[in-house]
């Protein structure tokens, strides 16, 4: 079985494209927010503002429990992760945590990470999502090493959503790496 995990900071596009390649793939879309789906937000907070907000929730989880939420996706959602079919059975997006994403990411069933970035993202990276850059050297240094193909991990940057004219906008960025 392979997931896909679609992996950037806030504001980058992660769910948008997670739910196109889920659309397109025919499977599940899976965002690793959900678990904070209930964490009461202030009022009239911004983008940012609720980034933030969340970064620190998440980090104060974490102290106490690591795997808050590959324990919540384990639970919620045990099949996609423990199932024996070799097909991509789940895009899951927004995976932040180094801890949770080498409990799920599985690359002898050719899981595969997509990590986009958004050249005109009005968000900037949390200390949370300093994460990424931990997940990222782990893959680039399997990539590197011939661990997994390079295939399993790709870097999309675009500037627009969807835009036909433009040359480096996400759909045509998806096509090129025949992600849908």
Not at 24 to 33: H, L
Not at 39 to 68: K, M
Not at 98 to 118: A, K, W
């Amino acid at each position: 079985m392979s997931k896909t995990f679609i992996i950037g900071i806030s504001g980058s596009g992660k769910t948008t494209l997670a739910k196109k390649l889920a659309e397109a793939r025919k499977v599940p879309c899976i965002s690793a927010s959900e678990c904070l789906a209930d964490v009461p937000l202030p009022p009239g907070c911004s983008r940012q503002e609720r980034a933030e907000y969340l970064s620190d929730y998440t980090t104060n989880i974490l102290r106490q429990n690591p795997g808050f939420c590959s324990d919540y996706l384990h639970k919620k959602y045990g099949s996609v992760f423990n199932s024996s079919i070799n097909r991509c059975s789940a895009i899951i997006e927004g995976i932040r945590n180094p801890y949770d994403f080498m409990r799920l990411f599985r690359p002898e069933q050719e899981d595969e990470v997509i990590s986009i970035e958004y050249k005109y993202n009005t968000c900037t990276k949390t200390d949370f999502e300093q994460g990424l850059d931990t997940i990222d050297s782990y893959l680039t240094w399997m990539v590197n090493n011939e661990i997994i193909g390079p295939w399993q991990y790709q870097r999309i940057s675009f500037d627009r959503f969807t835009d036909q004219e433009k040359q480096n906008h996400l759909e045509r960025s998806l096509q090129e790496f025949h992600l849908y």
